[in-house]
């Protein structure tokens, strides 16, 4: 091509293209070549890359006998192709191909559940640690310190549900509290109020995905990933990432005694920061009706498979020793839109705990529930007495999906939980 600067002699495999195609290699005389700009672009950029004057591609002789060969258009080539080198941009992508990754990177099918199920019907106020507190029928009991209906025995994790408070000093600050049970609390008893229950929410999704994916656990305030697997050196890439938010997990490596997850072209993350959900759309042994709930006591999260799909998914928080959510397969016996839990694990009562309206609760093996806790901070990580505890807006969710017989399946691909009955009491919140 005259006046170009590349020269695409007969035995280059870009002429044999061009006559082929019915173009004429003198400029003057080729057909119109606009519908083909991209690619005619591309095969000059190749005869570029090959002429005398241009060093070759990198390329060992003996594994790639045609070595002489053209580099071949960018493209994933899971095959040797023969006639040309899948270097450069090809070796890019057929590896990440090979991992999983295809660019540009496609999202998980799924999306956010509607954010109206956060809500919850009560107002909630933790009482202060240790102390005895009176429950009075009237507001009037309460100013008058008279004698009380009820009182809530001392304990460190204990909650009442309010559904009005009242000021009666003019002071901007509520000073008596209205229960979901109809009784009444003084200001002096509650520590403070709990101003929003956690608003974190798993995903619904349209199609089970292909791979796996999680969630940045909280118990970081950032993640940043590094090129390579493993804590030997710093090359770490600039993308940070911070609690909840999601992540695509390609391929697993381990490195000394740590996982890492591929979640993105070169970049890995430990994978101890991260809440893991594997798809299996298998149902376990004793689902007939392809409907389950799965809960994954290693990786703190929760699938729900329906029709042998995944429809949603999210962190949780389980039981820690000594008190662990036990293992098997549980069918649901019970549902409540909202309950009151309390009792103890110690002799004394010293552990005495009491949780008024615990919303969206279903029983499913013995004392052990899936419930919405909004006393939680955070999910992702064990905390429980033996429930499995959902943010209130995953509760809600789960509660609208679920009925009484669907079965729940609870596991630990670790096998550290225990699975003799011995080492299990009824289980709590």
């Not at 309390?342 to 002799?347: D, L, N, P």
Request: overall charge negative.
């Amino acid at each position: 091509m005259p006046g170009s600067g590349l020269h695409c002699t007969p035995l280059h495999p870009c002429f044999r293209y061009f006559t082929q195609k019915g173009y004429n290699t003198a400029y003057s005389q080729r057909q119109p070549m606009k519908p083909y700009f991209f690619l005619i672009t591309m095969l000059l950029l190749t005869c570029l890359v090959c002429q005398p004057g241009f060093p070759a591609a990198a390329a060992d002789p003996a594994a790639h006998p045609q070595s002489g060969s053209v580099l071949c258009l960018p493209g994933i080539y899971p095959l040797d192709p023969q006639d040309c080198l899948p270097l450069g941009p090809s070796e890019v992508r057929t590896r990440n191909a090979q991992q999983g990754i295809l660019l540009p990177l496609a999202p998980l099918p799924a999306t956010t559940p509607d954010r109206t199920l956060v809500n919850v019907p009560f107002n909630y106020a933790m009482l202060k640690e240790n102390e005895s507190t009176p429950v009075y029928s009237t507001m009037e009991d309460a100013q008058a310190n008279g004698e009380p209906i009820d009182t809530i025995a001392p304990g460190k994790l204990r909650f009442i549900a309010y559904f009005d408070s009242f000021d009666t000093d003019d002071n901007g600050k509520p000073n008596y509290f209205h229960l979901s049970s109809n009784g009444w609390v003084s200001v002096d008893s509650v520590a403070t109020r709990v101003s929003a229950v956690p608003r974190f929410q798993g995903l619904t999704f349209q199609r089970t995905p292909l791979n796996s994916f999680g969630w940045i656990i909280p118990l970081n305030p950032t993640a940043q990933t590094k090129r390579t697997p493993g804590k030997e050196n710093g090359d770490y890439t600039g993308h940070v990432l911070t609690e909840y938010d999601q992540v695509q997990i390609y391929a697993a490596q381990k490195v000394g005694d740590e996982e890492w997850f591929l979640v993105g072209p070169d970049e890995w993350l430990e994978a101890s920061l991260i809440g893991r959900v594997v798809p299996n759309t298998r149902p376990p042994e004793g689902v007939t009706n392809g409907r389950w709930i799965e809960v994954n006591l290693y990786e703190q999260t929760l699938a729900v498979y329906d029709n042998s799909q995944l429809v949603f998914a999210t962190l949780i928080a389980t039981g820690m020793e000594p008190f662990w959510t036990r293992p098997g397969l549980f069918q649901i016996y019970s549902r409540l839109e909202s309950t009151l839990m309390r009792g103890a694990f110690e002799a004394d009562q010293s552990d005495f705990y009491y949780l008024q309206d615990v919303p969206w609760t279903m029983y499913y093996d013995e004392a052990r529930a899936l419930h919405g806790a909004y006393w939680r901070t955070r999910f992702g990580f064990q905390q429980s007495h033996g429930c499995v505890n959902l943010a209130p807006g995953d509760a809600h969710w789960l509660y609208n999906w679920a009925k009484e017989g669907d079965w729940v399946y609870v596991w630990d691909p670790s096998g550290e939980t225990p699975t003799d009955p011995a080492s299990y009491t009824v289980g709590a919140p």
